[in-house]
T-cell receptor, first 112, second 113 residues
Framework: ETGVTQSPTHLIKTRGQQVTLRCSSQ?????VSWYQQALGQGPQFIFQ???????GRGNFPPRFSGLQFPNYSSELNVNALELDDSALYLC???????????FGPGTRLLVL | AQSVTQPDIHITVSEGASLELRCNYS??????LFWYVQSPGQGLQLLLK??????LVQGIKGFEAEFKRSQSSFNLRKPSVHWSDAAEYFC???????????FGTGTSLTVIP
């Protein structure tokens, strides 16, 4: 049990639509990171939020955006969905900038 | 730029045999290194981590890893594999604050009886 939950577990969207994925982390996890894991690949870092501010970003376009809330929940928003956005999206919480990350089970997104 | 290489896409071992999964990294500063395991339909579970200090790190489920700076490697080992170890294994390097991860492409482990 990692203390990190994600919703929904599965989602189907069509190309061009927008999607919001949610992550809830246990109390004390003031840092949250989001990753995209395409089928057969390792997770790729999208961005990280620390105390509700973006604290680093990987090689993803601006249509990937996020929010972190004071109650340790966060959102990943993806606009103008493309077929290649189909993947497992993972969020990870941690209690400090150099502490261990704990991953949620992920949301599997399929874009048709 | 940072990167992580796991040269072995797939490994098959017999139950009870020893295991070594290879990981090489490229990063200009002192790395934070991790091994995670992912079972089908599951999230990532931390096996072990290296931040500093003793270069031989012990983890959960009988796994260990050794950091070798001269070889830029962080190989994962287990002396005797169990059937329940069959899964996907990911090596990661943490940059900046240590927890912005760059993952390798993973090694899939099959255990045969």
């Amino acid at each position: 049990e990692t203390g990190v939950t994600q919703s929904p577990t599965h989602l189907i969207k069509t190309r061009g639509q927008q999607v919001t994925l949610r992550c809830s982390s246990q109390s004390g996890h003031n840092t949250v990171s989001w990753y995209q894991q395409a089928l057969g690949q390792g997770p790729q870092f999208i961005f990280q939020y620390y105390r509700e501010e973006e604290n680093g970003r990987g090689n993803f376009p601006p249509r990937f955006s996020g929010l972190q809330f004071p109650n340790y929940s966060s959102e990943l928003n993806v606009n103008a969905l493309e077929l290649d956005d189909s993947a497992l999206y993972l969020c990870a919480g941690t209690s400090g900038l150099q502490e261990t990350q704990y991953f949620g089970p992920g949301t599997r997104l399929l874009v048709l | 730029a940072q990167s992580v290489t796991q040269p072995d896409i797939h490994i098959t071992v017999s139950e009870g045999a020893s295991l070594e999964l290879r990981c090489n990294y490229s990063y200009g500063a002192t790395p934070y290194l991790f091994w995670y395991v992912q079972s089908p339909g599951q999230g990532l579970q931390l096996l072990l981590k290296y931040f500093s200090g003793d270069t031989l790190v012990q983890g959960i489920k009988g796994f260990e890893a050794e950091f070798k700076r001269s070889q830029s490697s962080f190989n994962l080992r287990k002396p005797s594999v169990h059937w329940s170890d069959a899964a996907e294994y990911f090596c990661a390097v943490g940059i900046n604050t240590g927890n912005q991860f760059y993952f390798g492409t993973g090694t899939s482990l099959t255990v045969i009886p």
